[in-house]
Each structure stands twice: as C-alpha cells, then as structure tokens.
C-alpha cells in the first residue's frame, strides 16, 4: 500500500509512512476502497467526520451546482453570499444557544482560534482586561493552530516549538473531576480567567465522557466567576451524541459552541461558531461597536456552505440523528466483550455512537491496529492506548459486530505473536 510523493503528512513519523501510505481512492457508505483494490469498513469515519458516510452523490451535485453558479464570495465588510447566510440561520436555529450568530471558517481549529480570540476581546471591550486567560481539560484537543496548540491537554503536541506554549495564559484543568476543577480555577484566580473550553466527549483524548453532573457543573463554575464557556463540539456536533449538538443531552447553555467535521461530513471544508447575544450584542449595536478584527477569505465559503445544507438535509431526510441515537446501544453491547480480552484495560462507551477500546499500557497499540485494517477494519490509536471506534451513522448492525470481531481477532493475533 504505498506510492512515492512529495507529500508530507500530518502528525506522522515520515520516515516510515514514505513506503507504507494507505491511499483511498474511493468511498461508498461506511466502506472506502484503497488504491491497491482494498475495502475497509471506515470505523473512525475518517477523522471523526463522515457522519453520513462516503460517497454521496447528492452533495456532489449541489457542489457542482454552486460552482457554476458562484464557486463563493468573502464576507468581509458589507460583502456577503446567500449560502452562507442561508446555512447561518439554519445552525443558529437548531442550535443550543438561543438568539445565536454564527461565524464561519474553514474548520475546526479555525473555529477553536476565533472563539479564543473572541473570549479575550470581549473582555477587553468590556474594560476587564485583567480576563485573558483560557482554561482547558487534561486529555483535551482542539486542533494544531495556535491556540488549540498551546490550550491543547496533549503536552507531546507542544513539543519542539520552543517555548512552553505559542500563546501564554493558558491553565489545564482536570477533565473528570468536577472538585479538582473548583479548586485550580479559585486558586489561579478567576478574574484572570477570559474563557473555559471544554469538548462534552473528549475524542483523540481517549474517548473520555466526563461524570454525571460535571459539564453542568463547570458551566455553573462559569457563570459564578464570569468566565465564558466555550463547547468544542468539533467531534460531537451533528448526530455523534445521539442528539444534534451534545449540549442537548448534556443540557448545556454556552457562551459559545464550535462545530466543523459533521456540518459537512467531511464533503468540504467548513467549521464555525455559535455566538451567545452576550457576546455578539456589543459587536452589533451603536455607532461605536468594535469592529472585530478576525476573519478568513473562506469564511462562509458559498460552495462548502450549500455541501452543508446538503449534508444536513441528508441527516434530516433518513434521521440520522436518531439513528446514531439507536446505534449507540448496540455499540455498547458489540464490544462489552472486548472487556475481558486479557490485552484489553477498559471499554469506554458511556456516550455517543462512539466508543474507545483502551488497551493495557504494554500491549503495542499500532500494530493491533495495523493488524485489524489487515483484516479489513480501519481503527488508529489515540491517546492512552485507545483504539478509536465512531464509524459512520450508516452502518449497521453487522458492521458493528464485524469490527467487534476484528478487534478481538487483531488482539488474539497479537498476543500470539508476543
Ligand atoms: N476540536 C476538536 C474537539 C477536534 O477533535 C478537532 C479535530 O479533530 C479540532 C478541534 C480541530 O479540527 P480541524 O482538524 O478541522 O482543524
């Protein structure tokens, strides 16, 4: 499976990827083909995205559609496109934040970058320029730009840059315990805290659902010392929580919500934030509103803007909200078994249609899952030696009792080889 190029990858060790690349050439559902004539059942749905699955010709066609119409326009000053118009009103409707704006950009890490910069101009703007600091959760990710980076609960993706962090003022707090976090957020002093982001499931941390009462519990932290709470639904927003955003099911009210991956399922790139009236209103009203100084050429890019409004007639049109809704059960119980695998710490699937498989500390991770895309499962290992499962909300049962079955196969094969 490899092709020389002068490629260079994301987070890969070149030197071994150079004659090793899996190149996927095609997708179809659940399953993508590879470029040796390979079918894998897509357990990671990419990165986390492709919640309607691959292959779907209806988005394709409203792509092709809008290009020959108008590939986009920007949105800077007066300027503006009806996708991105159209599809603002839509999200900011079916959102958790009532009366919202939204924010285009063009993904993810764009989104953690804006609504960072965002909590610390607000503050500025309302005199209390003391509030600068953001506070994030051990494990977390929100994207390799500069304030994911330096916010980011994964150390190793701050090494080598030399300094401790791209941008200062930043504090890890725990991600579990609800305590812990009072605690470090009193003795840091919340009047120098500008904002608290938090994914409500955290995904390449390992797949970590905080407990009962804890979400709720940093958001009321939150609004007891005015700090803005921030939900990175990157991974959860669009179906994967079994509700549209998790903040749903976990009954949240933030100042501000990230989303990008599932808004598209990954059919072109897109991401944004949802803006509480607490923080647009000062943007939006009088002669002398600031002005705030942030935006992208792709902002609301027209053609991934209508891919969007595709995509979420498509979850619509086949309720693939309730699907993954009723998938997550069967999720739970198809790899309950994996448990007592003896390679095998933990099973994490609290909540979500996404689970993760935390093998024991000594068992090599990236050959179990080397060995389960042989056999024709995609997984990765994330953090803590966990083998990532979200697949795709079309699957279906026997999908999820065959990677079930894989996993525990990899490991078997493993272990014999040890
Ligand atoms: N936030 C979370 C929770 C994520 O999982 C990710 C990506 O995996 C990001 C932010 C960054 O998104 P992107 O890779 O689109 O920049």
């Not at 305590?179 to 797949?207: F, H, K, M, N, W």
């Not at 009954?251 to 897109?270: F, H, N, Q, R």
């Amino acid at each position: 499976m490899s092709s020389s190029s002068a490629l260079w990858h994301p987070q890969a060790h070149m030197p071994s990827v150079v004659d090793d690349r899996i190149v996927v050439v095609a997708g179809d559902g659940a399953y993508v083909e590879t470029s040796d004539g390979r079918r894998l059942l897509d357990a990671t749905a990419g990165l986390w995205h492709a919640n309607v699955g691959h292959g779907r010709a209806s988005i394709a066609a409203v792509a092709a559609k809008q290009m020959e119409r108008l590939e986009t326009y920007h949105l800077f000053g007066r300027f503006a496109n009806e996708p991105a118009m159209r599809l603002a009103d839509r999200v900011a409707a079916a959102g958790p934040i009532p009366d919202a704006k939204v924010f285009w950009t063009s993904g993810g890490s764009d989104a953690v970058d804006l609504a960072c910069k965002l909590a610390r101009r607000h503050w500025q703007h309302a005199g209390r320029t003391e509030k600068r600091t953001i506070v994030s959760r051990v494990n977390s990710y929100h994207g390799l730009h500069g304030f994911g980076t330096s916010i980011a609960g994964l150390e190793f993706n701050r090494e080598g840059l030399g300094s401790e962090s791209l941008i200062p003022e930043t504090l890890r707090v725990s991600n579990t315990d609800l305590d812990a976090v009072v605690r470090s957020v009193e003795a840091y002093g919340p009047e120098r805290i500008a904002a608290l982001v938090a994914e409500p499931i955290q995904g390449t941390g390992g797949v970590v659902t905080p407990p009962e009462g804890y979400l709720a519990g940093i958001q009321e932290l939150c609004r007891a010392h005015d700090i803005l709470f921030v939900v990175d639904e990157v991974i959860t927003g669009f179906g994967r929580a079994g509700t549209l955003f998790a903040c749903e099911r976990f009954g949240l009210e933030p100042d501000m919500v990230l989303m990008a991956k599932g808004i598209t399922s990954g059919y072109a790139p897109l991401g944004g934030v949802l803006i509480a009236p607490r923080v647009w209103e000062p943007f939006f009203a009088g002669d002398d509103a600031p002005v705030f100084r942030h935006g992208l050429t792709y902002t609301g890019h027209a053609t991934a803007c209508v891919v969007a409004e595709e995509n979420l007639d498509i979850i619509e049109r086949e309720g693939l909200v309730e699907r993954a809704a009723a998938l997550e059960p069967v999720l739970r119980t198809a790899l309950a078994p994996l448990a007592d695998h003896d390679l095998v710490a933990e099973v994490r699937s609290a909540a979500g249609f996404i689970a993760g498989v935390r093998l024991e500390a000594d068992v090599p991770g990236e050959l179990v899952a080397r060995t389960c895309i042989e056999r024709g499962v995609i997984t990765r290992v994330i953090t803590d030696n966990v083998l990532q499962v979200c697949p795709p909300f079309v699957v279906d049962e026997s999908d999820l009792a065959s990677i079930a079955e894989t996993l525990v196969e990899s490991l078997d094969d493993v272990m014999v080889r040890a």
